[in-house]
Each structure stands twice: as structure tokens, then as C-alpha cells.
Nanobody
């Protein structure tokens, strides 16, 4: 059973920082790719950042967060972080992590979602 558990959301003032985490648990699985999405009320889900652990931790950022958000992982590769700096009210959304994971006994990787975590940036 693979689970993704997000933590670290909350309320922050404009210009502040917040770090959210996504911890992956499951016997023998490893994260191949982790993506962060966000969805504001009345808006479509937007992909904001990606880290590809299977390709040397290469990263991707949406233009809307480039230079302000940083995606990283812990040494073991079981937890991925999204460091959000210089936050703006328009960053207010529910943030979701999506992990592509693989275990040695699997034929192909599988994709899982976190439960979502609220980030509110007050003006």
C-alpha cells in the first residue's frame, strides 16, 4: 500500500515563506518523479514544480513560481519538499503532490496523489 502524506501548509502573510512536504510510504517503493500541483477555488489544477529523481533530480518550475519556489528531496528520497518564498495572495490554493513510484517487483511504475494541503497567503 503506497501512501502520500502532505504536511506543512497553513496561513502566511504576503512576502512570507512556507515549506510543504510530501512523504511517500510503501514497502520497497522509490520515488521516480514527484510533481506539485495547486488548485485555487474556481480554477483548474496547475502544475507548479517537478523533480525527477530518476534523472539526476532535474527540476521544472512553472513561470508563475520560478525564482520563488524550490523543490527538493531528502537524502533517502522518500520525502519531497516545496519551499515557497516571496509568497503572494495568488499563491493561495490547495497544493497536491503526485508521485510516480516504482518497486523492484513491479512491471511498471504507478502514480499516486497526496490528500492536498491548504496554503493561504494573506494580503
Amino acid at each position: 500500500q503506497v501512501q502520500l502524506v502532505e504536511s506543512g501548509g497553513g496561513l502566511v502573510q504576503t512576502g512570507g515563506s512556507l515549506r510543504i512536504s510530501c512523504a511517500v510510504s510503501g514497502s520497497g517503493v522509490s520515488i521516480q518523479v514527484m510533481k506539485w500541483f495547486r488548485q485555487a477555488p474556481g480554477s483548474q489544477r496547475e502544475q507548479v514544480a517537478t523533480i525527477n529523481l530518476s534523472m539526476g533530480d532535474s527540476t521544472f518550475y512553472a513561470d508563475s513560481v520560478k525564482g520563488r519556489f524550490t523543490v527538493s528531496r531528502d537524502y533517502a528520497g522518500n520525502t519531497v519538499y516545496l519551499q515557497m518564498n516571496s509568497l503572494k495572495p495568488e499563491d493561495t490554493a490547495v497544493y497536491y503532490c503526485q508521485a510516480v513510484v516504482l518497486a523492484r517487483t513491479w512491471i511498471a511504475p504507478a502514480t499516486y496523489w497526496g490528500q492536498g494541503i491548504q496554503v493561504i497567503v494573506s494580503s
